[in-house]
Structure formats: C-alpha cells, structure tokens
C-alpha cells in the first residue's frame, strides 16, 4: 500500500496539469529503507510527448548522486497519462527500474476530476496497490 501525504498527491496533479498535454514526470524521494515519500521532485519529460516520458539522463545522473547523498531512495515515480487512463502501458512496465518503487500515474484526460493509482511493477508485471491519502 501506498501512504502518502495529500499535499504530495496535490504536488503530483499540479504538475500533471500543468504539463498538459505532454506528459510530466517526476520522483518523490523519501529515507532508505523507510517506504515514505518525502522529497517532491519534478522532472522534465525529456520526449516532451503527450504518449510517452523520458527521464533526461543527465537530470536523472544528477538526482540519483543527490539521493545518494541524502541516503534516500526513488519510493515514488509518477507520471501522468494524458488521454487513457491510470494504467501502465506497455512501455511504462518495461522501462520500470525500481522494483521497490510505488508507480503513480495520474490521468489528466478529464480536465475537471484526475485519475490517481499506484502500482509495483516488478520484471514487467504490473500490480496495482492501495492508496491511503493521509493529511
């Protein structure tokens, strides 16, 4: 299950909205060891694309050094999808690195009411966990 605080999840949706119609992406970091999100971090969807994400690779070189130095982890990669659904393609199971990882996705295809879920992805298999939004 994922617990996460609502000024995390309002972070998320703002910046999926923002990003519209391309998708955004980013990381909350939280302790190692610890699975609490924390540290909100917006990325650049390197493929500014409304179908597809990409971490750029020098921004990701850079957060993972910084994390290391925080002795944190990724607990929460997000991304938004902009016209389907909260679900994970194909390619979101098959580029997911992190098997401790909480994958967040939040559709931003209704503009008034957003679609948020969370998933382990672990060699490609895709399950979907519970979200518990805490204040």
């Given at each position: 299950m994922l617990r996460i605080r609502?000024?995390?999840?309002?972070?998320?949706?703002?910046?999926?909205?923002?990003?519209?119609?391309?998708?955004?992406?980013?990381?909350?970091?939280?302790?190692?060891?610890?699975?609490?999100p924390e540290r909100f971090i917006p990325m650049l969807n390197a493929a500014r694309s409304p179908t597809f994400y990409e971490f750029d690779s020098g921004d990701l070189l850079k957060l993972y050094r910084e994390m290391a130095a925080n002795d944190e982890v990724p607990v929460v990669?997000?991304?938004?999808?902009?016209?389907?659904?909260?679900?994970?393609?194909?390619?979101?199971?098959?580029?997911?690195?992190?098997?401790?990882?909480?994958?967040?996705?939040?559709?931003?295809?209704?503009?008034?009411v957003h679609e948020f879920r969370s998933y382990r992805i672990v060699d490609a298999e895709i399950t979907e966990e519970p979200v518990e939004i805490v204040d």
């Amino acid at each position: 299950m994922l617990r996460i605080r609502r000024e995390l999840v309002d972070e998320i949706v703002a910046h999926a909205r923002r990003d519209h119609p391309d998708e955004a992406c980013g990381v909350i970091a939280g302790p190692d060891g610890s699975d609490s999100p924390e540290r909100f971090i917006p990325m650049l969807n390197a493929a500014r694309s409304p179908t597809f994400y990409e971490f750029d690779s020098g921004d990701l070189l850079k957060l993972y050094r910084e994390m290391a130095a925080n002795d944190e982890v990724p607990v929460v990669i997000y991304h938004s999808h902009t016209a389907t659904e909260a679900y994970p393609s194909r390619t979101d199971a098959n580029i997911a690195a992190e098997p401790d990882a909480h994958y967040v996705l939040v559709s931003t295809r209704d503009p008034e009411v957003h679609e948020f879920r969370s998933y382990r992805i672990v060699d490609a298999e895709i399950t979907e966990e519970p979200v518990e939004i805490v204040d």
